[in-house]
């Protein structure tokens, strides 16, 4: 038996408007499920996508329920492996609460972001959880007028939406402090990134932190822009790294995919990891325990990160005005070869 879409080829939302009796941007008004629609007019809509077959699924038997049963997850880059974790656990948590979930890749260039936040609203769901790199605290605001939004990460320090993220600071803290008690003294940070708001440097600044305190001073010729998270990148930084400071003892990376990278720089240069230099990485991705040799690294435990953002955007769905939530989760540290 052939589906209804099947049995109704060419139905356009032209099609639907003439059987309705209104124009084409009313019926777009009924499909985003937007509040500037009389009832009755909705409901004639409603009924001319039943009878004509548009979109049944979403258009059809969800808008009369008043929702998508779907959410919008917006990412800067859905290669890159914690992302794909992000994505994967997501849709688990939703899935949990009944939800769909669509994927944005939003690019990792400024416009490219904004661009997907202006399209946002082509299609129809609930809610967004959103992965911020460059947007402003104002554009998400607009967002969050038109649909409810959960922040995932700590890009916006000072935001009045819902959030989920882990202690980055503490957390990078954390794992140069390990590199310290090692005796590790030249330690370099790879991944620094210019643009404000990036997690990376939110990491910078627990790494410094653990410099100061342990009386190491802070120095700029230790802190190399990664200029992309990729391996590639990974190898570059640890090239422009050792060239300047040979003598570097560790190298804290900004995330797994760039340590990576600098292992391969190393081993391809002779020196040994963690003898001559230690390597951390960032993200605990599946690939990390496989590296040579295995990668110490932070998890973030993206499972709780990703069903802590999937309530709250439910609650927030069923709830509008309730008070914001910024939820910190636990994170540890990895210690496997890579370092002391």
């Excluded at 309705?20 to 009313?26: E, I, Q």
């Excluded at 803290?173 to 990134?193: P, V």
């Excluded at 001073?217 to 190898?235: I, N």
């Excluded at 499972?303 to 989760?329: M, S, W, Y």
Aim: hydrophobic share 40%.
């Amino acid at each position: 038996m052939s589906s209804p879409a099947a049995q109704r080829p060419g139905v356009t939302i032209k099609h639907v408007a003439a059987r309705a009796g209104v124009s084409w941007k009313t019926v777009t008004n009924v499909v985003h499920n937007r509040p500037n629609v009389r009832a009755e007019t909705r409901q004639r809509v409603i009924d001319a996508i039943d009878e004509l077959d548009y979109r049944p699924d979403l258009a059809a038997r969800q808008l009369r329920q008043g929702h998508s049963q779907t959410l919008t997850l917006v990412v800067p880059d859905i290669l890159n492996p914690y992302f794909a974790m992000l994505i994967k656990a997501t849709f688990e948590a939703a899935s949990a609460r009944g939800y769909a979930v669509f994927v944005e890749s939003a690019g990792l260039e400024p416009r490219d972001e904004r661009q997907a936040a202006a399209a946002l609203f082509r299609f129809a769901f609930d809610g967004v959880i959103f992965h911020p790199s460059h947007v402003t605290p104002t554009e998400l605001a607009d967002i969050a007028a038109r649909k409810p939004v959960v922040l995932v990460g700590e890009n916006l320090e000072h935001t009045p939406l819902d959030r989920v993220s882990i202690d980055n600071v503490e957390a990078a803290d954390e794992i140069t402090s390990h590199l310290l008690a090692a005796g590790r003294s030249t330690i370099a940070f790879l991944g620094t990134r210019a643009e404000p708001g990036q997690p990376s440097g939110v990491r910078l600044r627990g790494y410094q932190n653990a410099l100061q305190r342990a009386g190491i001073e802070v120095r700029d010729d230790l802190q190399v822009d990664a200029q992309d998270f990729d391996h590639v990148h990974g190898v570059r930084g640890a090239t422009r790294l050792m060239a300047k400071t040979p003598n570097i003892d560790a190298i804290v990376c900004v995330n797994d995919v760039l340590a990576i990278g600098a292992l391969k720089y190393l081993r391809d240069t002779g020196r040994r990891v963690p003898d001559d230099v230690a390597v951390t990485g960032w993200d605990n991705v599946p690939g990390s325990a496989y590296t040579a040799p295995p990668l110490t690294t932070v998890d973030a435990h993206v499972e709780q990160i990703a069903a802590h953002t999937v309530d709250l955007l439910v609650n927030r769905i069923a709830d509008p005005n309730r008070p914001p939530q910024d939820i910190v989760v636990e994170h540890h540290l990895v210690v496997r070869n890579s370092s002391p």
